[in-house]
């Protein structure tokens, strides 16, 4: 396991440099009627703040329609935010021109979900690999070869040769999501940010590519967001997780403290759907909440899970909405049932 | 390279695109033969010449070929020069600067239809006085016609067919006919060896006298000729070239412009958008055809002044929104948010990423326009807006028309331009079937 060998490395928070920081960082994408009238906002992400740490792994994990992927998207700079700041190294990243933004995505790699239509089908991998090269100003022949070479090795596609000239659609899907790894570090990226990146690769390669990913973040001292749905990966994964629902954090914890305890009742609700092949299964009850994801365009009001509650306090959970609570060194909860803490 | 390879494979098992590409391959191999046989100024002196340059050939002859496929057989033309064979022409001294220059034009006739002209052309080198040549026409069975005496200028022609006198000789038929008949059934020819003896004197030392006789016949060449002599050879082989320079130029031209535009309204959006998408609805309700006429009247024939036009109307239409449709679907692809995140700019996303993979779509597309530009060349220089230099398909067919060709016969006039003409449009039209076919499956069950 390589978390295993990961925790001899890890230093006291305090001690490292955050690389990301986001703060109070708000996406709303605006609904028009009949093309022009403004009919509101879907609040995609309302208000998230957090801190990535150089060389740090951390986990996103939500269901469906939570303002996962827009996260990610807002920090590479596909989406353009609606108020807050993203500190990049120091800098905030919503306020560059042009060129400044091309050199921010340079030092970002990103992995997409859907490997195949994440490449060029009229590519080869070598010219794949080649365009974040040539946009990027590296044009000496004998650098490009040595990066393909370079990345190549590393996620693997071995021999080198009968791969360069391929199209996207005869590789494999272990292989297709190799190259977008490849691509995503051929530009030696400082943060990667992979968006549910194994969430379409057979079973049986999933843990391949996340050790790979796990290796490759050893190797270069990469900070990664990893976001997914799927709970049972990210224990494979990451030092972090913080737990998403309707468009905000509602729990941030170290990986070894979520896994054994979670605080939010939503998370708990997550953790309970988790798939495990275990025959016990059948005997227990899984307490899973009703209804359904809140709406982004008119959220409810107090804390957004509340409708869907089971520990629900009345007069409070639907009425205020409750700040980030610490509860204990590693984890954090923004849930009125920790107010005492 | 491979799919290349693979796509070439797949066409050999569509009948119609292997017919449709040997044609445009054919094609392709006659515009070359055309530009390098006979260059650009030299095609444009050949048809914009006039008289001096077919001096030789007949008026309004048939093909050669129409021969084969007749019991009476129509003449060719006979061509005898004194220049380029010097036997013909005997020189006398005979002293004190007088010689004599006598020209002996023998020729076998056994074609069962009169020529079209009979004319004799002589060039002299003298200082002050001129040569003289008297003519006299020897039939098969032995009568003496005397035609005519000339005194001749540096450059003379006797045109035999125009001279009333040997007409009047003749008893009132044309010298073309009655020089040839029979005498007992002046409709039919006498077959045998004509003769046109040439008695002529020269009065100078050193001066002399060269003659040529050309019995013009009803046939020539592969192609036949023209009301003006020309050769339709030279037209037909010259608009193949012109004909798919603008056809594929056109067809280029027009559909990349168009994809571009598409692809550029769809990833900018917005306004830019919208200006595209209501500039495509007006240009889209304007008629083609009046404002190329227009055009044409007013400003400019240049075939490339009208390729301009023709591109700048086609470029909108409905394709515009079929590609964005299309488009619509590619800006969504991951690759394109990667490339975003990588750095890439808006014009390298629209032209490396977007348009790349709409353009499988766009060749069977592109292939099958060929000919409606071919076509529409050819529909502009029958309606007389042709370029006025060029010799194009279009042309040929206006000046059948202007000439009444078709009221006086001239079937080969017409035919050969048009059959290139359909030969062309349905090459291109099946090799535009097959790759639509290889392109979009669905419609291999069909």
């Known amino acids: ?341 | 390279m491979t799919r290349l390879a693979n796509l070439f494979r797949e066409l050999r098992s569509y009948p119609s695109a292997v017919a449709g590409v040997s044609v445009i391959v054919i094609m392709v191999i006659i515009a070359i033969y055309a530009m390098v046989t006979i260059p650009y100024s030299e095609a444009v002196r050949l048809w914009r010449g006039g008289d001096n340059v077919w001096l030789e050939t007949p008026r309004n002859a048939r093909p050669a070929w129409i021969n084969n496929f007749r019991r009476e057989k129509l003449p060719e033309s006979i061509i005898m020069k004194t220049t380029e064979d010097p036997s013909l022409k005997t020189v006398m001294d005979l002293g004190g600067g007088l010689a004599t220059s006598d020209m002996l034009f023998e020729f076998d006739y056994y074609y069962d239809a009169f020529p079209s002209e009979i004319s004799m052309f002589f060039t002299a080198q003298f200082k002050s006085a001129r040569p003289n040549v008297s003519i006299k026409w020897v039939t098969p069975d032995g009568r003496e016609i005397r035609l005519t005496d000339l005194t001749v200028r540096q450059s003379e022609s006797y045109r035999i067919s125009q001279d009333s006198a040997v007409s009047r000789r003749l008893g009132g038929v044309l010298p073309e006919k009655g020089l040839f008949a029979d005498p007992n059934d002046p409709s039919k020819v006498n077959k045998g060896t004509y003769q046109v003896v040439v008695e002529g004197l020269v009065f100078e030392e050193g001066s002399t006298l060269d003659g040529s006789l050309i019995v013009y016949g009803q046939v020539h060449g592969l192609a036949g000729t023209d009301h003006r002599r020309r050769d339709i050879m030279v037209a037909l082989l010259w608009g193949t070239p012109v004909a798919l320079a603008f056809g594929l130029l056109a067809a280029v031209g027009s559909s990349l412009t168009t994809m571009t535009l598409a692809a550029a309204a769809v990833w900018f959006g917005g306004w830019i958008d919208y200006a595209i998408r209501r500039i495509n609805e007006i240009v889209m309700i304007l008629p083609l055809l009046p404002i190329l006429i227009m055009v044409g009247l007013f400003y400019s024939r240049s075939i490339w002044a009208i390729l301009g036009v023709v591109i700048l109307l086609s470029i909108f239409g409905s394709g515009i929104l079929t590609y964005r449709s299309m488009f619509l679907q590619v800006k969504q692809s991951g690759y394109i948010e990667a490339a975003r995140a990588y750095g890439a700019s808006n014009a390298r996303i629209i032209f490396r990423y977007m348009v790349p993979k709409v353009i499988p779509v766009l060749i069977p597309q592109f292939v099958a326009q060929v000919p409606n530009y071919v076509f529409l060349e050819a529909t502009l220089a029958v309606l007389g807006l042709g370029d006025p230099v060029l010799p194009t398909w279009g042309k040929l067919l206006n000046d059948a028309y202007t000439s009444g060709a078709l009221f006086n016969g001239h079937y080969y006039w017409v035919l050969e331009p048009a059959f290139l003409l359909v030969v062309t449009g349905l090459g291109f039209a099946m090799l535009g079937f097959a790759l639509d076919r290889i392109f979009n499956p669905r419609l291999r069950g069909l």
């Not at chain 1, 054994?260 to 299964?281: G, I, R, W």
């Not at chain 1, 409810?300 to 409750?322: T, Y």
Request: hydrophobic content about 35%; some cysteine.
């Open chain 1, 1 to 341: 396991m390589p978390n295993a060998a990961l925790k001899g490395q890890q230093k006291p928070a305090e001690e490292r440099t955050p690389i990301l920081a986001v703060e109070n960082l708000h996406t709303w994408f605006e609904v028009r009627r009949m093309g022009f009238l403004k009919a509101g906002d879907v609040r995609a992400l309302d208000g998230v703040t957090f801190e990535l740490y150089e060389g740090e792994a951390l986990s996103i994990v939500g269901e469906s329609g939570c303002g996962k992927s827009t996260l990610a998207k807002t920090i590479l700079g596909l989406h353009h935010p609606t108020k807050g700041k993203i500190y990049f190294q120091g800098t905030d990243v919503t306020q560059l021109d042009k060129e400044q933004t091309k050199q921010y995505r340079a030092k970002v790699g990103y992995i997409q979900q859907d490997p195949y239509g994440a490449l060029p089908p009229f590519m080869t991998v070598e010219r794949i690999l080649r365009e974040p090269m040539l946009i990027n100003g590296i044009t000496d022949k004998d650098e490009q070869k040595r990066r393909i070479r370079q990345v190549l090795e590393e996620v693997k596609l071995a021999p080198i040769e009968d791969f360069l000239p391929k199209f996207p659609h005869m590789l494999s899907g272990g292989q297709q999501q190799r190259l977008v790894i490849a691509r995503a570090m051929i530009l030696e990226p400082k943060l990667l940010v992979a968006d549910e990146p194994v969430s379409m690769l057979d079973a049986s390669v999933r843990v391949e590519i996340l050790q790979l990913l796990r290796k490759i973040q050893y190797d270069h001292n990469l900070a990664i967001i990893y976001i997914t749905h799927d709970l049972s990966t990210v224990r494979y994964f990451s030092e972090r997780i913080f737990s998403m629902y309707g468009a905000k954090i509602i729990e941030k914890a170290s990986t070894k403290a979520l896994l054994k305890n979670p605080l939010h009742p939503y998370t708990k609700a997550l953790f309970e759907a988790t798939s495990d092949p275990d025959a016990e299964n059948l005997k227990t009850f899984k307490e899973v909440p009703a209804g359904e994801p809140p709406s982004l365009m008119n959220p409810p009001s107090g804390c957004r899970f509340h409708p869907r509650c089971s520990k629900m306090i009345p007069g409070l959970c639907d009425r205020e909405i409750p700040p980030e609570f610490q509860v204990t060194d590693d984890q954090f909860a923004a849930c009125w049932l920790y107010r005492e803490s």
